[in-house]
């Protein structure tokens, strides 16, 4: 059934073990519904919809968060352990793999194409143009090199075999297509839908144009990720996906798309964006669909976060090697407030880091620097730390006019202010109050033997 491990239902098998998969056995509709659902569930289980109307494919929502990652990936639920595993993704990359008999074939549509009647694309926020595939990881070669690059972007269902995708200018997807128009043949596409956690992450990796992020995959995965050939268009996708459309762009074509949802909860409006036409669609017997709820919503921030922290510190300790962790907030949107730790800093490597982070990546637009003794996944200790070590009238710098990402709320020409906070610890410091290290680990050793209960009221050991 799974392919090793590598694929969305390997993934779901150990969340479900783990007791954090949640089933949704009430009917829901595409339009609305199932949003409001995954928005409202409780607790950060994937959320699996067993009957939507109109369609006999279930869906899953909500795959992945800080948790359900660690646990697909078989690794710690730290920050030390993503960051070391993705890390690991990028220096030790593996080759992917192409099989035959691949799962993702097991169905094979090529006539009559009809992406809205075959899978239950998704209507999620009241003023967007319509219903949009929103997890799907976007696979293309680079006209000139053939190599492949790996994105996710949202495709916005317009016809029976038309798609609008959304790209960034400044992403590589965009790059090739300007390639592929250049040389006067349309770029071909394969979208997969239905992953594996750490394929999802891979795909959103800030790496260079070239660097295939299916390599990645396989460096963190420690094994080639299984690739299979196209049957429409010469390029592959993963061989355990649940569904993967063929297509390719419609040279010359652009779509008004009007307002979309962006990850900091407001819309936004891009203009035109390019159409594909699908030439196949694959799939599973009996697939699973995939849907990531965008917008402001969690499993939509916490793919980007996971994958640019990790890329961030990378480019920090190539310029102050004493970095020890980086952290993407929940309340920087999952992608603009970033805290790097760092170990024994020297003077003035706290800005260093913090410029290198602006340099990586346009979302980072606040960066806050702290010494290692801080937990920088708790919000409350990196506030501590601000209050117990940053001084306002020094500490504090402000850079303006840097280049923005393009969905930077605040402003239209492009620039936006940078914001560097200097938490770091004087060497004139008060000392830390502490209970003695050695106690406290044979506390923590012995635990049992304190019987200790949780919510009992002291009236009961009268
Ligand atoms: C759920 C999700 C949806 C995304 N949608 C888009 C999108 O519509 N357009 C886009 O340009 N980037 C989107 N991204 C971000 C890109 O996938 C990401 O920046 C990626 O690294 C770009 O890769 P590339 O430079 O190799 O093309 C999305 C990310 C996530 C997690
Ligand atoms: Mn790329």
Not at 101 to 123: G, L, N, S, Y
Not at 194 to 215: I, M, S, T
Not at 255 to 280: I, N, Q, T
Not at 335 to 345: G, K
Request: charged content about 25%.
């Amino acid at each position: 059934m799974d392919i090793n491990g590598q694929d969305m239902r390997a993934a779901l098998a150990c969340l479900a073990e783990a007791g954090r998969v949640t089933r949704v056995e009430g009917s829901v509709d595409t339009e609305f519904e199932l949003a409001a659902v995954l928005a409202q569930c409780p607790g950060r289980s994937a959320v699996l919809f067993e009957q939507v109307n109109g369609y006999a494919m279930p869906v899953v929502g909500n795959l992945v968060d800080r948790t359900n990652f660690a646990l697909a990936c078989g690794i710690p639920a730290t920050l030390e352990a993503s960051l070391r595993y993705i890390t690991r993704g990028i220096e030790q990359p593996i080759a992917p793999v192409v099989i035959a008999d691949a799962p993702c074939r097991e169905v094979v549509i090529t006539q009559e194409i009809d992406v809205a009647k075959t899978i239950p694309v998704t209507t999620f926020f009241e003023r967007e143009a319509g219903a949009y595939i929103s997890a799907g990881i976007i696979v293309a070669k680079d006209p000139e090199t053939g190599k492949r690059n790996v994105s996710m972007n949202r495709l916005l269902v317009l016809g029976p075999d038309t798609l609008m995708i959304g790209m960034s200018p400044s992403h590589h997807l965009h790059r090739l297509k300007e390639k592929a128009d250049k040389l006067g043949k349309p770029l071909e596409v394969s979208i997969a839908l239905g992953n594996h956690p750490a394929v999802l992450v891979a795909a959103n990796a800030y790496v260079d144009l070239g660097f295939d992020e299916f390599d990645i995959a396989g460096g963190m995965l420690g094994e080639p990720l299984q690739l299979s050939a196209g049957v429409s268009v010469d390029v592959e996708a993963p061989a355990g996906a649940e569904i993967v459309i063929e297509a390719e762009f419609i040279p010359g074509e652009m779509y008004e798309e009007g307002l979309v949802s962006e990850f900091h909860g407001m819309y936004v409006d891009y203009g035109k964006s390019p159409l594909l036409r699908v030439k196949a669609i694959t799939h599973r017997v009996n697939p699973y669909y995939q849907v990531i709820l965008p917008g402001r919503y969690h499993e939509h921030f916490i793919i980007g976060a996971l994958a640019i922290e990790t890329t961030a510190l990378r480019h920090i300790r190539a310029a102050v090697p004493g970095a020890k962790e980086a952290f993407i907030t929940e309340g920087g949107m999952g992608r603009c407030h970033l805290v790097v730790s760092l170990s024994h800093p020297r003077a003035g490597e706290g800005q260093k880091a913090a410029f290198a982070a602006f340099a990586h990546c346009n979302l980072i637009k606040q960066v806050t620097i702290v010494d290692d003794d801080i937990r920088i996944d708790d919000p409350v200790d990196v506030e501590w730390a601000v209050a117990a070590r940053m001084r306002a009238d020094r500490d504090i710098f402000v850079v303006p006019g840097v280049r923005a990402d393009r969905a930077e709320p605040l402003v239209k020409d492009g620039t936006v202010a940078k914001i560097g906070i200097i938490a770091l610890r004087e060497a004139s410091a008060l000392p830390k109050a502490e209970i003695p290290q050695a106690i406290m680990r044979r506390v923590q050793n012995e635990w049992d033997r304190y019987q200790v209960k949780t919510g009992t009221s002291v009236e009961s050991h009268r």
